[in-house]
C-alpha cells in the first residue's frame, strides 16, 4: 500500500461527490433508486463510524427530467435552470427519506460560484457548513443551478465539490463516477488501456487524457475531474476518483485498498 492511501483511514472529514451517472440509470434515465439507498447508508455508517461526511450531489436536472416525463436534457440554460428547481426537492425527498432511515439529520445547501470565491459568501458558507458539521448533521450540497448565470456558475459538480472541500479544510475528496478511475488511454477505444493509480503531478500528459465530455445526463467528464484534483492537490487535500458502480468502494478505498485513482495532496505549506 502506498502512503498517500495509508493514510486514508485516519481521514476525519471527506467530501463524497457524486454524479448524475452513478444516480441514475443510462438507458431509461431514471433514478437508481437501490444504488441511491446503498450509498446514502454507506455514508451514514461512515458518519457512525466517526467521520464527518459532506455530500456533494448532482442528478437535480436528471430527477426534473424524470418528473416532467422528459427523455433527455432540453437545449436552453432557462429550460434547464427550471428542471434543476423541480428536481431538486424530488432529490433531497429521497435523501432525506433514506437518511431518516439510518438515523441521519441532513441539511441541504445550494451554492453558487460566487459562494466559494467571494471572500464575504465563501466566509458565511464556510461558518454555515461548520456549524451542520457540528451540530452532527450530514450536508447536502448542489450547485444552485436555478438562480446561477453564467459568470456565477461553476457548472459541474466536480469543482464545486473541490471548491467545498478547500473550504472547510477537508482531508479527502471522493468522486464517484462511471468509470474506475484515469486511464493510460481511452480504455473504451484502446485496449491497452491502464487504469492509472497514483497521479503524483497533473501535468500536460495527465491532462491530455482527460479530453473526453461527460454523458448525456451529467454535465463533467474526466477534464473537469482533473481541474478538481488540481485545486484539492494545491490546497493539501487528496483526492480519488472511485468507480460509482460499486458503493462498497467508498470504505474500501477509505481503508487504503487500492481502487480507482488517487491524487496524493500536495503538502501544506
Ligand atoms: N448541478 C447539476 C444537477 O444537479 C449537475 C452538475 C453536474 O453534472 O456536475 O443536475
Known amino acids: 500500500m502506498n502512503d ?18 452513478t444516480l441514475a440509470y443510462p438507458q431509461t434515465k431514471k433514478l437508481n433508486l437501490y444504488r441511491i439507498d446503498h ?12 467521520k464527518e461526511i459532506i455530500f456533494v450531489t448532482s ?13 433527455e436534457k432540453p437545449d436552453t440554460v432557462t ?15 429521497i435523501y432525506e427519506k433514506f437518511f431518516a432511515e439510518y438515523g441521519k439529520t441532513m441539511a441541504q445547501l445550494l451554492l453558487t460560484g460566487n459562494d466559494t470565491i467571494d471572500e464575504h459568501a465563501r ?21 444552485n443551478d436555478a438562480v446561477a448565470t453564467d459568470e456565477i456558475k461553476i457548472g459541474d459538480n466536480d469543482n464545486l465539490s473541490a471548491m467545498v472541500a478547500t473550504m472547510i479544510d477537508a482531508e479527502v475528496l471522493i468522486i464517484l463516477t462511471d ?6 488511454a481511452n480504455p473504451k477505444i484502446d485496449s491497452n488501456a491502464k487504469l492509472i493509480d497514483e497521479i503524483d503531478e497533473i501535468n500536460e500528459e495527465i491532462e491530455k487524457l482527460a479530453g473526453g465530455p461527460g454523458t448525456k445526463l451529467g454535465t ?12 484539492a492537490k494545491s490546497a493539501g487535500i487528496t483526492m480519488l476518483i472511485v468507480p460509482g458502480k460499486d458503493i462498497e468502494c467508498l470504505r474500501k478505498s477509505l481503508s487504503g485498498e487500492k481502487i480507482g485513482t488517487i491524487f496524493p495532496a500536495q503538502k501544506k505549506i
Open 123 to 143: 466566509e458565511n458558507s464556510r461558518n454555515s457548513l461548520l456549524a451542520i458539521l457540528k451540530m452532527g448533521v450530514i450536508p447536502v450540497i448542489n450547485e
Open 179 to 184: 468509470i474506475d478511475g484515469v486511464y493510460s
Open 39 to 50: 450509498l446514502i447508508r454507506e455514508i451514514s455508517d461512515l458518519h457512525n463510524s466517526g
Open 59 to 71: 442528478g437535480a436536472i436528471a430527477a426534473g427530467i424524470n418528473k416532467m416525463g422528459l427523455s
Open 220 to 231: 463533467g467528464g474526466m477534464y473537469t475531474k482533473i481541474q478538481a484534483a488540481k485545486i
Open 79 to 93: 429550460e434547464n435552470q427550471a428542471l434543476a428547481a423541480i428536481g431538486q426537492g424530488v432529490l433531497m425527498h
Open 4 to 21: 498517500a492511501r495509508k493514510k486514508l483511514k485516519d481521514a476525519k472529514r471527506i467530501v463524497i461527490k457524486v454524479g448524475t451517472s
